[in-house]
Antibody
């Protein structure tokens, strides 16, 4: 079964750091494009970052320079290192695989269950 | 940035009736549009990609249409499990994906 399980969320003070993990099963993280998407409480979805199978990374302007996406191939796990956290980073963070068919995007599927990050003093 | 605008914000429909949700892009995204369903406390679920192609396992009552800047998600005969929030997403400007703000489909 193809599955993603996030962990690492919690309560953190403004300016602090946190690392989220996303463990995959049923497929290989390093062979896929993997994204982080977040959702602030009661709000919509916001794409955060992606890592391509070749290793290239991209970020939303709102997190550029503060967040770093990476992966550990031996653990088949995706990460999001979040530094200099702000109150507006408070959200549920989802990891998701990009479904691709011959390189064409076919939607985010599957998604993990999400992990809540709360930035507050 | 491509801005996605969904309407209405809330749609009240009775079970068994048809629901029509709209999504507009601030510039053309061709057919590079996906739809997701999200229920409370759950992750989003992929419904449609390529504006009109149903994802694996999605019932035929869900259909998508449109291209360019105007898109529609239609649910032909609402079932109780269909009441949820629906999001559109453009991927024409990948990897700078953007989502609409969502339409809440509620029971009338």
């Amino acid at each position: 079964e193809v599955q993603l399980v996030e962990s690492g969320g919690g309560l953190i003070q403004p300016g602090g750091s946190l690392r989220l993990s996303c463990a995959a099963s049923g497929f290989t993280v390093s062979s896929n494009y993997m994204s982080w998407v977040r959702q602030a409480p009661g709000k919509g979805l916001e794409w955060v970052s992606v890592i391509y199978s070749g290793g290239s990374t991209y970020y939303a302007d709102s997190v550029k320079g503060r967040f770093t996406i990476s992966r550990d191939n031996s653990k088949n796990t995706l990460y999001l290192q979040m530094n200099s956290l702000r109150a507006e980073d408070t959200a549920v963070y989802y990891c998701a695989r990009e479904n691709r068919d011959y390189g064409d995007f076919r939607g985010f599927d599957p998604w993990g269950q999400g992990t809540l990050v709360t930035v507050s003093s | 940035e491509i801005v996605m605008t969904q309407s209405p914000a809330t749609l009240s429909v009775s079970p068994g009736e048809r629901a029509t949700l709209s999504c507009r892009a601030s510039q053309s995204v061709s057919s590079n549009l996906a739809w997701y369903q999200q229920k409370p406390g759950q992750a989003p679920r992929l419904l449609i990609y390529g504006a009109s192609t149903r994802a694996t396992g999605i019932p035929a009552r869900f259909s998508g249409s449109g291209s360019g800047t105007e898109f529609t998600l239609t649910i032909s005969s609402l079932q109780s499990e269909d009441f949820a929030v629906y999001y559109c997403q453009q991927y024409n400007n990948w990897p700078l994906y953007t989502f609409g703000q969502g339409t809440k489909l509620e029971i009338k």
